[in-house]
Each structure stands twice: as C-alpha cells, then as structure tokens.
C-alpha cells in the first residue's frame, strides 16, 4: 500500500506558477525547473511579446483594446520545449529571438494592459495548462491564470539588482544602460497600477527574494517547496 502511495505522489503532475517583476528571474528558474522535473514550461510574456511583434509588424496601435484582440484572435501563438528554453512560433514562424528586443519588450508592457487582451490570453494560457505538468511564469499566473495553482511562487528583487540583470543580459552598458533602466522603472510601475490583473503576490504564494541569492540557491529551495507539495 506505501508502495502504491509513492507511486501516485511521483507520478502527480503539478501546475505551479511563479510570478514577479521584470528582471527577478522568473524565466530562468521556469526554464529550469520544467527541465528538472520533466514538465512544460508556459511563458505567458513570450505569448504578449510576440502579440506586441505583430501589433508592430501590423503597424497597431497599442492603445487601440479592440484591434490588439482581433490581431489576437487571428494570431497562432506556440511555444515549443527545445534545449535552453522555449522556441516561440508567431503563424509558424520562429520569433524566438526577435520577442527579446528592446522595441518589442516595450510594446509587450503596453499591450499588456489591456483587459480584453488579458482575458484572451489567460483563456489560451488556462488550455494550455489544465492537464498539470506545467511551470508557468508571468505576472498574473498564481492571481487570474491558475488561482487553484499546487505551488505559488513569487519571486522578486531588489530594484537595483533587477536593472543590473536585465543589463548583463541584454549585454547593454554605456550610457544606453541609464535609459533601460528607465524603462524597467516604468514597466513596473505599468505592471503594479494596471487595472486588469497587477502585480501582485498571491496571498497563498511562497515569497522569494532573490537579492541576495544565486540562481542555484534559488532554484534549491523551489525545488524543495515543488517536493513539500509532492509529498501532501
């Protein structure tokens, strides 16, 4: 009977989110984690960025709610697992690389915001997810996404840390550094006042503060919260 037990709990497939702000880590740990555990790893900010390349390629307004849902409901948005993370198709096409500039990251901050937007994604993003394997990061994961999610996590930083990770990832320095940081500044700021799903920790969400913290530290203690929840 232990046996049968053990099997059931190793064989349990978990849906966990993990939200925060720009620049925390949040895609890196998902990315991991997923590979860790065997699971799919969601990234709704890859699925609003390549909805922000289409708005530019389409030449759409980001203020125009209406247009942005349309481009939406005729765009075919997949993420593919591949080795260092995931591949992003927009109508097929790998947009993988493209999504991560700077003019597409700023558009993603700002079609965002919109609520009809929002709900579109999260009705995609719930498909996706429902039969449980996955890790999924985002801003609104553990809030509106999956609000019955196993295991909430909210990973954060100090404001100064993220803004010098986000720049030795872009591998931006010089005087383009103070402008960046400028944007992630502002982007918070978007993320936490929106009127449709801001930023916010969960009530049940695990809190992480990853200042201080390698990104191994972090990834041993949310293996560790992923094994607790295994275990119940």
């Not at 064989?11 to 720009?22: E, V, Y």
């Not at 969601?42 to 289409?54: D, I, N, P, T, V």
């Not at 404001?159 to 502002?186: C, H, N, Y």
């Not at 920790?201 to 990104?215: F, K, Q």
């Amino acid at each position: 009977m232990n046996d049968h037990s053990t099997d059931e709990q190793s064989s349990r497939k978990l849906i966990i989110a993990i939200d925060g702000p720009a620049g925390a880590g949040k895609s890196t740990i998902a990315s991991r984690l997923a590979r860790k555990l065997g699971y799919v790893n969601l990234e709704s900010g890859a699925m609003y960025r390549a909805l922000a390349l289409k708005a530019i390629e389409r030449d759409a307004s980001f203020d125009d709610e209406a247009a942005l849902v349309k481009l939406a409901e005729n765009a075919r948005i997949q993420l593919e697992p591949a080795i260092g993370g995931n591949r992003t198709l927009l109508d097929g096409r790998d947009v993988s690389s493209r999504i991560r500039e700077r003019d597409v990251s700023e558009a993603a901050s700002r079609v965002s915001v919109h609520p009809k937007v929002r709900a579109w994604m999260v009705a995609r993003q719930r498909e996706m997810g429902a039969g449980g394997g996955v890790v999924m990061e985002g801003r609104d994961i553990g809030t509106k996404v999956f609000p019955h999610a196993d295991l909430k996590i909210f990973l954060d930083a100090d404001p100064v840390v993220r803004e010098q990770r986000r720049m030795t990832q872009q591998k931006i320095k010089g005087d383009v550094a103070a402008s960046v940081a400028a944007e992630l500044r502002e982007r918070d700021r978007r993320d936490r006042t929106r009127v449709a799903s801001p930023l916010v920790a969960a009530a049940d969400a695990v809190v992480i503060n990853s200042t201080g913290l390698t990104e191994d530290e972090v990834l041993a203690r949310v293996e560790g919260l992923v094994k607790e929840r295994m275990r119940d």
